[in-house]
């Protein structure tokens, strides 16, 4: 008896990733679930440099300004709840101090750029089509920092909309870098702050723009992350308390959904080994100075010399 639906999910050959991939994770709080596992297993990974970023344009105004080395200047800030803010990345990069958040973006900018000419994957993560606009400097915002709602216009951005945003990414992106993978994915975190069907409603609008964008010839890919989640794991225990956000065990299936479809048979195998050793690393012995467990570390060590060997980058 079967008593799920899974979905077929066609290996990839020709863009894969291994561990000489650079990747760059950009999006929605989901790539921040695949890029820690993809920190845990030291993959080369930048991840999310102005903080966790919901919508297209959002992400499309980071990579513009990367690209072109469009530096900040303090009058691009707000002063709210005694903290700076930058409309243009999360409140997690807020600071009390403007001088402290204005050298910290300009300096993300820089290393985003750099990240974006070395990637040789780019995973952008789309989590609603809904925006909302800052009226006093009339600029869709990525983040509103708490600050009164009526300052704002919500507005619901069209499948052409978004269509128009990602291609714009993707044409950004080739404009130096022309042999980077891109890889959309939509997040399966429901945003019903703004109702249930309006979530419907959004997630439709990023799914059909995504469709109408992407472009094997082009290297650009869809993962579905969403469909997992919505099909496979249609049940309310693969979320967390909330009901909103997947749980541990739908991230840890999702994950391995992504490596058996994108990573090359030789990275599972490296993946097998950074797994060992991170066991290893956090494994609690019953006795410390015990003759087994001082063999324990000696053979532990060995093994981290001999995968840093291959992999210099690594560190553990």
């Keep these: 008896m079967n008593l799920q639906t899974q979905l077929f999910l066609k290996k990839e050959t020709k863009n894969a990733i291994d561990y000489s991939s650079k990747i760059v994770l950009l999006g929605s709080c989901f790539s921040e679930n695949i890029g820690n596992k993809l920190g845990y297993y030291k993959f080369q990974v930048t991840q999310n440099p102005f903080g966790i970023l919901f919508h297209p344009k959002a992400i499309e105004n980071l990579i513009t300004r990367a690209i072109n080395l469009k530096m900040y200047a303090e009058d691009d800030f707000i ?21 402290e958040l204005l050298k910290n973006l300009n300096t993300s900018l820089e290393k985003t750029r750099k990240a974006l000419l070395e990637a040789t994957h780019i995973s952008i993560t789309l989590g609603t089509s809904w925006v909302y606009l800052f009226i006093e400097r009339d600029k869709i915002v990525a983040n509103c920092h708490k600050i009164p709602q009526k300052k704002f216009l ?70 579905p992350s969403f469909e997992i989640m919505m099909d496979e794991l249609r049940d309310y225990r693969f979320y967390t308390e909330d009901m909103i956000h997947p ?65 210099p980058f690594i560190k553990f």
């Design 154 to 223: 919500k507005e619901i951005l069209s499948v052409n909309e978004i269509s128009e945003s990602l291609e714009a990414i993707s044409a950004l992106i080739k404009s130096i870098n022309k042999n980077a993978t891109i890889l959309f994915t939509v997040s399966p975190v429901r945003h019903l702050k703004d109702g249930f069907v309006e979530n419907t409603q959004s997630k439709s609008h990023l799914i059909a723009a995504i469709h109408h964008t992407i472009n094997l010839k082009n290297k650009t890919y869809y993962f």
């Design 247 to 311: 749980n541990k065990t739908a991230i840890n299936y999702i994950w391995e959904k992504f490596v058996n479809t994108w990573l090359t048979q030789d990275a599972l195998s490296t993946l097998q080994e950074v797994e060992n050793i991170q066991k290893g690393i956090y494994h609690k012995p019953f006795n410390e100075k015990s003759e087994q467990h001082q063999q324990f570390l000696k053979n532990l060590e060995f093994k981290k010399e001999k995968l840093t060997k291959r992999f």
């Design 79 to 99: 002063f709210q709840n005694e903290r700076w803010h930058c409309f243009d990345a999360h409140s997690s990069i807020s600071k009390s101090s403007k001088n």
